[in-house]
Every structure is written in C-alpha cells, then in structure tokens.
C-alpha cells in the first residue's frame, strides 16, 4: 500500500511515518519499492504503527517502544518480561510525580512569600532568590 493508504489507516501523518522510517522505528523490506519508485508497505505496517500508537498512548518514548518491537521481532517479549518493563514505566512515572509535586510546593511557597510582598515593588533577580 502506498503511504497515503497507510497514514489513512492507521491516523498517522505522511511526515510521522516518514520520520519513524528515518530513525528505523518502521523498517521496510529490501524489495519494497514499486515500478514507478513509489514505497509499497506490507499490511505489517499497519500493525506495527497501530501498535506504537498504543504504547505511545501508555507514555512509551520513542526510545521504549523501540526496545519493545526489538524484543518482540527477536521473540523474547513474553509476558513476564512486559510486565517487568512496565514496572520500570510506573517506577519511572512515580518518580516523576513525586519530583512535580515538590516543585509545586517550592511554587506555592514562592508565590506566598510574593503575595506578602507589596504589590508594586519591584523584584530584582537576588531578591527572588531570597525569597526562596
């Protein structure tokens, strides 16, 4: 199918599926060029691309979802070693949210000692250290 099909199917821009081949996330087969030198992608792509659509959706990078279509094509993505990365994926988003709220709080802090602060004075960048 040529690439106008393939971004209809699957919701991806020519340009998103044009970017994934660049960095060898979407790799197509050798003899995969027609006549006219237009790419003719296998029905494969589709699933592959529906597929990093939804670990994309989980919070996969790029970089992730690379690592789970190697593991997959060298059949070694069982269960057990997707639930160990998706461990991995919630420890990493726990970190995350625990390092959000801390500067949530260092905001909320700054933004009091500031509305204590007279509403026309003007803040020089040492006095907004202090103000930590």
Same mark, same amino acid.
């Given at each position: 199918?040529?690439?106008?099909?393939?971004?209809?199917?699957?919701?991806?821009?020519?340009?998103?599926?044009?970017?994934?081949?660049?960095?060898?996330?979407?790799?197509?087969?050798?003899?995969?060029?027609?006549?006219?030198?237009?790419?003719?992608?296998?029905?494969?792509?589709?699933?592959?691309?529906?597929?990093?659509?939804?670990?994309?959706?989980?919070?996969?990078?790029?970089?992730?979802?690379?690592?789970?279509?190697?593991?997959?094509?060298?059949?070694?993505?069982?269960?057990?070693?997707?639930? #160990?990365?998706?461990?991995?994926?919630?420890?990493?988003?726990?970190?995350?949210?625990?390092?959000?709220?801390?500067?949530?709080?260092?905001?909320?802090?700054?933004? #009091?000692?500031?509305?204590?602060?007279?509403?026309?004075?003007?803040?020089?960048?040492?006095?907004?250290?202090?103000?930590?």
């Amino acid at each position: 199918m040529l690439i106008g099909e393939l971004s209809r199917r699957t919701g991806f821009s020519r340009d998103t599926i044009r970017y994934y081949e660049k960095i060898g996330l979407v790799v197509l087969p050798r003899k995969s060029r027609r006549a006219n030198n237009y790419k003719d992608y296998p029905e494969e792509t589709v699933h592959l691309l529906l597929a990093i659509r939804k670990y994309k959706e989980l919070g996969f990078t790029l970089e992730e979802i690379r690592e789970l279509i190697v593991l997959q094509s060298i059949k070694v993505l069982d269960i057990a070693k997707l639930l #160990q990365i998706l461990e991995r994926k919630i420890t990493g988003l726990d970190i995350e949210i625990e390092k959000l709220h801390e500067f949530r709080l260092k905001l909320a802090r700054k933004r #009091q000692l500031l509305l204590n602060k007279k509403t026309g004075h003007i803040i020089a960048l040492p006095e907004m250290k202090t103000a930590a």
